[in-house]
């Protein structure tokens, strides 16, 4: 073996440890932070993941289109859009703002979930309602 594999098989010491006697300064400790962490409301980027999500369940094999039928992805993108923006719509007429948004957050997702399930069970009657008897006219 030359000079040069072995370097590079020859494990690295460890990084040399911290100087005793150091602490980070009191506002970095974590217990000592009073830190408030709001989940509510989601961005922009978390939005956009969520109708992206829709949009395949919609459109894509799933229990949900299994059981009621796949949307074609330009109608389910139409939807989803939909869907997301009146679950925020009501999901932020409950928010206030003495709380994390946890609450908040879990009524969104509720109401995503009904609008979803409310937008594809029309469809579901539809096509499976029995076609309509025409009386003959005399």
């Not at 460890?14 to 408030?36: C, L, Y």
């Not at 594809?120 to 005399?138: D, G, K, L």
Request: hydrophobic share 40%; charged share 20%; net charge negative.
């Amino acid at each position: 073996m030359s000079e040069s594999e072995e370097a590079r098989m020859t494990p690295l010491p460890p990084p040399p440890p911290p100087p005793q006697g150091t602490e980070a300064p009191p506002q970095q400790r974590g217990p000592d932070v009073d830190v408030a962490y709001r989940i509510w409301p989601p961005t922009r980027t978390t939005r956009e993941a969520i109708i992206s999500r829709l949009v395949g369940t919609l459109s894509s094999p799933s229990a949900l289109s299994t059981r009621y039928g796949a949307l074609p992805v330009d109608e389910a993108t139409s939807v989803a859009r939909a869907i997301e923006q009146e679950a925020f719509a009501s999901a932020g007429a409950a928010a206030s703002a003495d709380d994390d948004g946890a609450d908040v957050l879990q009524a969104y997702a509720a109401a995503i979930s009904r609008r979803m399930l409310d937008s594809v069970q029309p469809r579901t009657r539809i096509a499976s309602a029995p076609p309509a008897i025409v009386a003959p006219s005399r």
